[in-house]
């Protein structure tokens, strides 16, 4: 079988899709009869393996993403790699340019909706976009044989809209790279901070729907022994005493150890459809205190942390104190074992490989001893 990724969501500061498509293929290169290849935005067409890139126009401020302009060569390269399936991984031209190589090739074609874009644009410029996007989600992912949503809630909403043959697809988290061996005590030395302070975390790119101000503002109320870590590209210089930035992307290694070195990770993002930082969080021990929306409502579970009122600080700051109060370190063993059981990357691969079966042939499908 071989399986083709197109996505523009692959950049070198970009996150859980690339994660995603980075796990897809370690997991899948253990199969010989599977081939998985990947064609993704470049400054240049080059091709290394079964990685491929086309031209693509920088976006601006956009965090290192290529966003294609023309369907033709997108899917030219598609029928080219002659794959037996396609997936796309954004709603734009990419994916429109796979709806094409799919009808030319006779193959299925699965679209993967990693993120709500009509809220987050409904955010920025009210709910007319919000609308007009959400037809336009509509139309475009009617057109594919399968599709994959991140969480039950965003599935749901698809449904809702009136999209068909909708499964729900979690991502994974490394479990060996994030983990509690991975924690460091010279990160607090580095911080200035003391046995006795109680290290929060945050991870992500700096954007609205992060809510990084309610982070501030929370750890403001806290004050210490309360200490915020803020790590990601674009993060605000200007902030509170007890509080720490790393204005920079940071590598996977780098956000195991501060994970793993934290007490707890701080989360106000309430567009969020994974969720995939409050995972690795977890699976670095320790727990989540987060907005009880999105995706973390369904992945934070009872007893791995606190979920409050969305967009409030307030709230935000007595859920942290609630944490604190009780057991923390036990919020974390529990976390850990969570995740071990719901999101190892093995055990997702597989279960997205006998979907692909089944889609690629569904009448018959092929011999499942996979594992």
Aim: net charge positive; with cysteine.
């Amino acid at each position: 079988m071989h399986l083709a990724d197109v996505t523009m969501f692959h950049a070198p500061a970009s996150g859980g899709v690339r994660t995603y498509l980075q796990a897809k293929h370690r997991v899948f290169s253990r199969f010989p009869q599977l081939r998985s290849s990947l064609l993704v935005p470049g400054a240049e067409r080059d091709s290394l393996g079964d990685h491929h890139q086309l031209p693509a126009l920088r976006i601006p401020l956009g965090q290192s993403y290529r966003f294609p302009l023309r369907r033709r060569p997108w899917r030219d390269a598609l029928v080219e790699l002659s794959p037996d399936l396609i997936e796309a991984g954004d709603p734009y031209v990419t994916a429109w340019a796979a709806l094409d190589a799919g009808q030319r090739l006779g193959v299925p074609v699965v679209g993967f909706y990693h993120s709500d874009l009509p809220r987050l644009m409904g955010d920025r410029f009210g709910p007319m976009v919000q609308r007009r996007l959400e037809r336009y989600v509509v139309d475009l992912y009617r057109r594919f044989d399968s599709v994959l949503a991140p969480c039950q809630a965003m599935a749901d909403r698809l449904t809702s809209w009136g999209v068909k043959r909708v499964r729900v697809q979690p991502l994974g988290v490394d479990l060996a790279t994030f983990h509690p061996d991975r924690r460091d005590p010279e990160l607090r030395r580095k911080l200035g901070l003391g046995n006795d302070s109680r290290l929060l975390v945050f991870v992500g790119r700096y954007s609205r729907e992060k809510n990084i101000e309610v982070l501030l503002d929370t750890a403001r109320r806290l004050g210490p022994p309360y200490h915020l870590l803020l790590m990601g590209p674009g993060m605000p210089t200007e902030v509170p005493a007890n509080v720490s930035v790393i204005n920079r992307c940071v590598g996977v290694h780098e956000v195991a150890r501060a994970l793993a070195s934290s007490d707890a990770l701080l989360h106000a993002g309430t567009r969020e459809t994974f969720g995939l930082i409050a995972q690795e969080a977890m699976a670095s021990g320790i727990p989540v205190i987060g907005a009880r929306a999105g995706a973390l409502i369904e992945n934070v579970p009872l007893g791995g942390g606190v979920l409050c009122q969305p967009h409030s600080a307030a709230a935000m700051a007595e859920a942290t104190e609630a944490l604190f109060a009780n057991d923390p370190q036990s919020a974390g063993r529990h976390a850990r074992r969570f995740v071990e059981r719901q999101f190892d990357w093995d055990k997702v691969m597989i279960s997205l490989l006998n979907h692909y079966e089944a889609v690629i042939d569904p009448v018959c499908p092929r011999d499942r001893r996979h594992g």
